[in-house]
C-alpha cells in the first residue's frame, strides 16, 4: 500500500541521500583520524618548546622542572655543595604539582636537568582569607586565588597593593617573586644589654606583620626596619 504523499518514486532518492550521508561521516572520520596525529604532534612539540635541558646548578626557586618519573615539580630551594674533596653537587628540594608533596633531589652540579617554562605575569595583593591570598592583573583587573602552601613563609612579607610577580603554569600559580625588600615597624624587642654594640650579636624583634628577625642592639621599639624578604634578615634602619 503507497503511503498519501510518499510516492514509490521518492525511496530511490531518500536512499540515496541516506548513502550520501552515511559517505560524508565516514570521509569525516577519516580526515578526523588523520588529522589526530598531527594534532598529536603539535601538542607534543608545544611542551617540547616549554622544556629544555639546564645544569643543575643553574635552577633557582620557583622554577619548574620534570623529575625522571614524568612528574613536574616546583622549585622550593636549590642548594650547591662544593666540598673540598669530591664531586660538586646540587640538592633541589621540590613540591609535586599534581598533589603537592614535597620532594627531595639531588644532582651533580653540572648534570642536565628538564626545566619547563612558567609565564610570569604581575600581580597586586588584595587580602587573604580561608581561601588562600588573593591578587588582581592591574592591567586587566583579573583576579586569582593563591593557596597558602603555594607562597610558604613568604606570606609573613605581604603587605596590601603589593606588586608581585605570579609564576603561571597552564593557567595555575605556582610560585611567587616577592620585591626583594619590606619596611615594616619594631614593635617589641629586648633593650640594649650595656656594652653591646653594632657589631654585637643580634636580639630577637617582633615586627608589626607578626614575622620576627634577628635585629641590631640599637634597635628599639617603634623603629622602622627594613627586612630581605628572602631570608627575613634585618638589612638596615629605614630612611623614610
Not at 126 to 150: C, E, I, K, R, S
Not at 171 to 177: D, G, H, N, R
Not at 183 to 189: D, F, K, M, Q, R
Not at 210 to 235: C, K, W
Amino acid at each position: 500500500m503507497q503511503v498519501q504523499g510518499s510516492p514509490e518514486g521518492s525511496r530511490p532518492h531518500l536512499a540515496f541521500a541516506a548513502e550520501i550521508s552515511i559517505k560524508r561521516a565516514d570521509i569525516a572520520g577519516t580526515q578526523l583520524e588523520k588529522a589526530r596525529p598531527f594534532a598529536q604532534e603539535a601538542a607534543r612539540r608545544f611542551l617540547k618548546d616549554k622544556i629544555v635541558r639546564v645544569i643543575a646548578s643553574s635552577i633557582r626557586k620557583g622554577n619548574i622542572i620534570e623529575r625522571e618519573d614524568g612528574q613536574l615539580c616546583v622549585v622550593l630551594s636549590a642548594e650547591s655543595f662544593h666540598p673540598g674533596k669530591g664531586t660538586p653537587t646540587t640538592q633541589i628540594d621540590m613540591r609535586r604539582l599534581s598533589d603537592g608533596v614535597k620532594v627531595t633531589d639531588r644532582f651533580k652540579t653540572t648534570e642536565q636537568v628538564e626545566r619547563a617554562f612558567v609565564e610570569d605575569k604581575e600581580f597586586g595583593f588584595l587580602y587573604a582569607d580561608g581561601d588562600g591570598h588573593h591578587f588582581m592583573n592591574n592591567a586587566t583587573y583579573d583576579q586569582v586565588t593563591v593557596p597558602a602552601d603555594v607562597l610558604g613563609e613568604q606570606a609573613q612579607w605581604l603587605q596590601e597593593g603589593m606588586k608581585v610577580l605570579l609564576s603561571v603554569f597552564n593557567e595555575k600559580p605556582v610560585a611567587i617573586q616577592l620585591p626583594p625588600r619590606v619596611t615594616l615597624e619594631v614593635i617589641e624587642t629586648e633593650p640594649a644589654m650595656k656594652g653591646q654594640t653594632a657589631s654585637s650579636s643580634y636580639k630577637p624583634a617582633k615586627l608589626s606583620n607578626g614575622a620576627r628577625a634577628m635585629v641590631p642592639p640599637h634597635i628599639s621599639p617603634g623603629t622602622r626596619i627594613v627586612i630581605q624578604t628572602e631570608d627575613g634578615a634585618y638589612v638596615e634602619r629605614a630612611k623614610d
